[in-house]
């Protein structure tokens, strides 16, 4: 049996146990300490713009929290990028709010600009009140159509929290996704660009903001020597331990960003002549993706094959391969949930493929995986 190649693994550098044992050394093996304050500094410093970063358990805990900080409550409605993985759109639920989708435009597969203007003037007139917040995502790393969306944002009022779990160190008209939006959510599960073994974190543009974040993740304790609460709270902060680990990440991020968009670009050099398959890519100089994952589109017309031909043919390689995001509003858990659009994302769905594209990949990987794609 060939070798098996993993869509996106994590990569250690090599720091990130001597981090790891000083927590130890420390006795700080607890949520919070100096490995978590360390790690919040240096996402700032790598995000620049001035922003406070709070550390938290996971990317899902970030959007969260954010939501919260942004005000809304049971009942209200927030506007949420459909083409996107559930962790986007089920902290809306867990609030009482309902989750309201728009379509991707296609050439960032990213929330559409004009039909999330065309879906914040119909909530309005349905319901009287605008949407309270507007979600859109940076999918597989490729930044959304920021300017668009915040300008119609910025019109209406609402607020943007963006959902960069797969996005550090992608750029948008130079400036870093995660530092675009009124608040961001970062992700470090184990297959992003850089792992806490699970993990997020919330960027935010003000130092209350971030300090309103860690009350709420720490079980939201008022100012009192006993143990007294007026909000309801939540245990989402990050340990010292993993926080070490993310530290000692922050050395090979960069590095994690290079080699990405190096696969991109074998895999773009490499179904450069073949018919019926496209890589997706920066579709200007604006945009300058991490490519966490290189995403093909198989028209099966001119492939003569389908995606679906084309993972089984992988996987029986021992390759693994990942059919695109299901869409929110075909999820049998959205169903009732309101959509703006037309069959952009669904499109998507039926015909894209990510291929793998973690950092510990070789060259000799990456022409393996072209060359089976190539034969199915
Ligand atoms: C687009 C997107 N949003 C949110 C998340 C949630 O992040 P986490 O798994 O850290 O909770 C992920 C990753 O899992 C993601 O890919």
Sequence with gaps: MNKRIWLSLAHMGGREQDFVQKAFDDN?????GPNVDGFEEDLATYLGDKRHVVALSAGTAALHLGLILLGVQAGDEVICQSFTFAASANPIVYLGAKPIFVDSEPETWNMCPKLLEEAIKDRKEKTGTYPKAILPVHLYGMPAKMEEILEVANRYGIPVLEDAAEALGSVYKGQKCGTLGEL??????????????GGGALVCRTAEEAKETKFYATQARDDAPHYQHTKIGYNYRMSN???GIGRGQMFVLDEHVARRRAIHALYTEGFNEVAGISVLQNPSADFDSNFWLTTILVEPKQAGKTRETIRLALEADNIESRPLWKPMHLQPVYAEAPFYGSNISEELFDKGLCLPSGP?????????VIEVVKKA
């Design 28 to 32: 700080w093996v607890v949520p919070l």
């Design 184 to 197: 961001a959510g970062l992700s470090f599960n184990g297959n992003k660009m850089i792992t806490t073994s």
């Design 241 to 243: 331990v993993c926080a």
């Design 360 to 368: 510990t990949l070789t060259d000799e990987d990456i022409q393996r």
